[in-house]
C-alpha cells in the first residue's frame, strides 16, 4: 500500500477505505502532497523560506507570489470542491498565475484531501498538505503558511460560510498599505444571516470577555472572532506562534507587528453543506488563548514550575480518600460498634493507603516506573504516611491560627475549607519533593 506524504499511512480511518481512495488517485497526484512541516509554529520570510523549502521537489518553491490563501479543512468534502471553483474565478481575474490556494486537511475522514488533489489537474493553483499528527484550524494556518510562497498570507474558511468575493476588498487594503485586512461582521455591509439569539449573545459576550482581558488586541478590530482575513508576511515573519482553539487572528494580533489594520464587511452565511464545528470546547480555548497572551508567557512559566495536571490527579485522588475514610469510619463506629478514636485512626490509615496506591499508579505513575521493586515502593510508602500525619498537624493549627485569628471565631466551616485548601497544597509539594523524587534508578 502506498504511503501518504508523511511516510505513514492513513491512521484513523479503516484500511480498506484508505487503499480504495489512494487506488483511484493517480500515483502522479498522490506524489503532489505537500511534505508536512514539523518543528516551532514560526513564518520565515521569504528569503529564508526559499532557501529552507518544505514543499515536494516538484514544487517551485522558489518562485515568489502576491497571494497564498490557506484552507483548513475537516470533512469538508462536499464544499471544497465549489469553493476552489469560486476562489479560482475570482483571483484569476485580480492576480492571474500569481497566487495559490493551500488546503490543509487534517485527515479527514470524508477523505477531503482526496477531493483537493482531484482539482489540481482543473486548478493547478491548488496544493494539498494532509496532516495526521496535529489536529486544529489555527496550527493548520501557520503549516499552511509555513509552505506558502506569498507575500501576501490569508485564510479563508472551506465551508463557504465566508464569501469569497470579499477576498478582493481584503486584497486592495494589503495593497493600499495596510498589514492586517480582516472581514469584520461588525461593520458597514456586516453581518449574519440567521444567527439564534443565544448565539449572538455567546459571540458578542465572548467579545466582551476579550475586551476585558486583553483589550490593547481585541479592542483593535471590531470582529477579533474572525477567521476571515490577510496579512503582510513580514508582520508576522519571526515570532514564534503559539495559538489555541481555533481564533488564530487573535495569536497574529497579539504576536505579529500589526502598524495599520483595515477592517472589510461581510455578512456570515449559513452552512449549506457538512456539520458545524463549534462547540463548548472552543470558547475555552478562546479564553484560555486570551489568558496566555495577556499573561505573556507567564502562564506556561508557572505550568513548568507547578504541574497542575499532576495536582488536580492529586485532588481527585485525596477526594476519593475522603469517601473511603467516611465508609470505613460508618462501618467500624456506627455498624461495629467500636469507640470513635479507634474508628477514626484506622479510617484514616485505610485512606491513606487508598490514596498511596492511586497517586503511585496514576498521579505519580512515570516516577514510579523509574523506582520499581517493593523496597522502593516501601519507602514511597513510608514517606507518603509522614507527610500525611505531618499535614493532619497543619491542618488543625491552620483552622485554629484562622478560625481564632483571621475570622474572630466565626465561620468555622469556612476555616476548615481554608485548612484543607493550604494543606492539600502542603502534601502535593512535599510527596512531589520527597515521597515521588527521582533518586534511585532501578
Known amino acids: 500500500m502506498a504511503l501518504d506524504s508523511c511516510g505513514a499511512l492513513g491512521f484513523g480511518l479503516p484500511q480498506e477505505l484508505v487503499c480504495c481512495a ?16 514539523s518543528g516551532p509554529l514560526q513564518i520565515l520570510p521569504l528569503a529564508a523560506s526559499a532557501a529552507t523549502p518544505s514543499a515536494t521537489d516538484h514544487s517551485p518553491a522558489l518562485q515568489t507570489l502576491t497571494l497564498s490563501l490557506t484552507i483548513p479543512t475537516y470533512n469538508e468534502g462536499q464544499n471544497i470542491a465549489p469553493l476552489v ?20 486537511d487534517d485527515n479527514s475522514p ?13 486548478y493547478p493553483q491548488v496544493r494539498v498538505l494532509r496532516r495526521l499528527e496535529e489536529r486544529g484550524l489555527s496550527s493548520a494556518v501557520i503549516r499552511g503558511w509555513q509552505i506558502a510562497r506569498g507575500q501576501i498570507l490569508g485564510v479563508i474558511d472551506a465551508d463557504l460560510q465566508h464569501p469569497p468575493e470579499v477576498l ?42 476579550g ?21 503582510r508576511r513580514e508582520a508576522i515573519a519571526g515570532p514564534l506562534l503559539n495559538p489555541k482553539g481555533y481564533k488564530i487572528l487573535l495569536e497574529v494580533l497579539g504576536r505579529g507587528t500589526i502598524d495599520t489594520i483595515a477592517e472589510v464587511g461581510y455578512v456570515f452565511q449559513e452552512r449549506q453543506e457538512g456539520a458545524s464545528k463549534v462547540t463548548w470546547r472552543q470558547y475555552v480555548d478562546y479564553i484560555h488563548h486570551l489568558l496566555r497572551l495577556r499573561l505573556g508567557g507567564r502562564l506556561s512559566r508557572l505550568h513548568q514550575r507547578f504541574p497542575m495536571q499532576r495536582f488536580l490527579r492529586f485532588g481527585l485522588v485525596g477526594l476519593s480518600g475522603v469517601v473511603v475514610d467516611m465508609v470505613i469510619l460508618y462501618l467500624l463506629h ?27 499508579a496514576w498521579t505519580f505513575a512515570d516516577v514510579s516506573m523509574l523506582q520499581r521493586g517493593w523496597s522502593a515502593r516501601l519507602k514511597r510508602f513510608l514517606k507518603f504516611n509522614l507527610v500525611c500525619l505531618a499535614g493532619l498537624v497543619l491542618n488543625v493549627l491552620v483552622l485554629n491560627v484562622v478560625y481564632n485569628l483571621v475570622f474572630g471565631q ?33
Open 22 to 37: 489512494v487506488a483511484l488517485i493517480p500515483p502522479s497526484q498522490l506524489q503532489k502532497l505537500e511534505s508536512c512541516p
Open 85 to 104: 471553483e469560486r476562489l479560482a474565478a475570482l483571483l484569476d481575474g485580480v492576480l492571474p498565475n500569481d497566487y495559490e490556494l493551500i488546503v490543509v
Open 110 to 122: 470524508d477523505l477531503t484531501w482526496t477531493t483537493a488533489l482531484e482539482l489540481q489537474a482543473t
Open 168 to 209: 478582493v476588498g481584503l486584497l486592495e487594503a494589503i495593497q493600499q498599505g495596510a498589514d492586517l485586512a480582516v472581514g469584520s461582521r461588525h461593520v458597514e455591509g456586516g453581518g449574519v444571516s440567521e444567527w439564534s439569539l443565544t448565539r449572538r449573545v455567546l459571540s458578542r459576550g465572548a467579545q466582551t470577555v
Open 211 to 231: 475586551l476585558l482581558l486583553l483589550p490593547q488586541v481585541v479592542g483593535r478590530v471590531s470582529d477579533p472572532m474572525s477567521g476571515y482575513f490577510m496579512v
Open 334 to 360: 456506627s455498624t461495629l460498634g467500636l469507640p470513635l478514636t479507634r474508628s477514626k485512626i484506622v479510617a484514616a490509615e485505610v485512606a491513606i493507603i487508598n490514596n498511596f496506591i492511586w497517586n503511585d
Open 410 to 442: 466565626r465561620w468555622a466551616y469556612l476555616a476548615n475549607l481554608v485548612a484543607i485548601a493550604i494543606v492539600t497544597f502542603w502534601n502535593f509539594w512535599l510527596n512531589l519533593k520527597l515521597s515521588w523524587r527521582v533518586t534511585q534508578v532501578k
